[in-house]
Each structure stands twice: as structure tokens, then as C-alpha cells.
Nanobody, 123 residues
Framework: QVQLEESGGGLVQAGGSLRLSCAAS????????MGWFRQAPGKEREFVAA????????NYADSVKGRFTISRDNAKNTVYLQMDSLKPEDTAVYYC????????????????WGQGTQVTVSS
């Protein structure tokens, strides 16, 4: 299965921006739809955004719609999450994941996961 590694997390002030990257290994990256999830302390992991194999379809959680943008560059085997207008409520560990389906938003549908990157938004 594809191996994933997130990067780009950090500490930012409310209203700021971060761009997360997820680098994938393997020859079949373009055959996987990708997703971003996050987990805050004491909370369950939740869906953030997803993108189809070619990038033609995307899906976002209501809590981030209009602020976050998911994209991918299959030539670089990388998926991105551009996060703008960050809020303290966005503080969490962010994970990228891969599925061999067209596009999915539920944890159980993803078979490969990265180790996560911490995003902290201060007020």
C-alpha cells in the first residue's frame, strides 16, 4: 500500500494560514483518492477534506468549507491542504489518508494513513 508522510504543521495566530503537504511513495499514487482528517485532544478523528484520483472532485466538512482547499499534484505524488482564516478550533493533529475508491469521507474507507502533523492556532 502507499506510504504517506505529512509536513507543514506549526503554530500560527488566529486568522493566519498554513499549507500542509502529504508526500506519497509508490507508482500508483494517481489511482488513489486522498483525504485529510484531524483529531483534537479528547475528540474523535473527524473528516476535513477529500479529493478524487484526478482532482476533479472535492469534498469538505462544513466547518472548513470556504477556508480550506485540498489539491493534488500527481506528478509529484503529493496532496496539499491550504488552510486560511485559521481559528483556534482548527487546532488538531492533521492526517492524510488514501483510498482506492473514487472519493470517500469516512475513516473506514481509507486504508493508508500518515503519522500526522500538529497544527496549533492561538487566539
Amino acid at each position: 500500500q502507499v506510504q504517506l508522510e505529512e509536513s507543514g504543521g506549526g503554530l500560527v495566530q488566529a486568522g493566519g494560514s498554513l499549507r500542509l503537504s502529504c508526500a506519497a511513495s509508490g507508482r500508483t499514487f494517481s489511482r488513489y483518492a486522498m483525504g485529510w482528517f484531524r483529531q483534537a485532544p479528547g475528540k474523535e478523528r473527524e473528516f476535513v477534506a477529500a479529493i478524487s484520483w484526478t482532482g476533479g472532485s472535492t469534498n469538505y466538512a462544513d466547518s472548513v468549507k470556504g477556508r480550506f482547499t485540498i489539491s493534488r499534484d500527481n506528478a509529484k505524488n503529493t496532496v496539499y491542504l491550504q488552510m486560511d482564516s485559521l481559528k483556534p478550533e482548527d487546532t488538531a493533529v492533521y492526517y492524510c489518508a488514501a483510498t482506492d475508491r473514487f472519493i470517500r469521507t469516512m475513516e473506514a474507507d481509507f486504508h493508508s494513513w500518515g503519522q500526522g502533523t500538529q497544527v496549533t492556532v492561538s487566539s
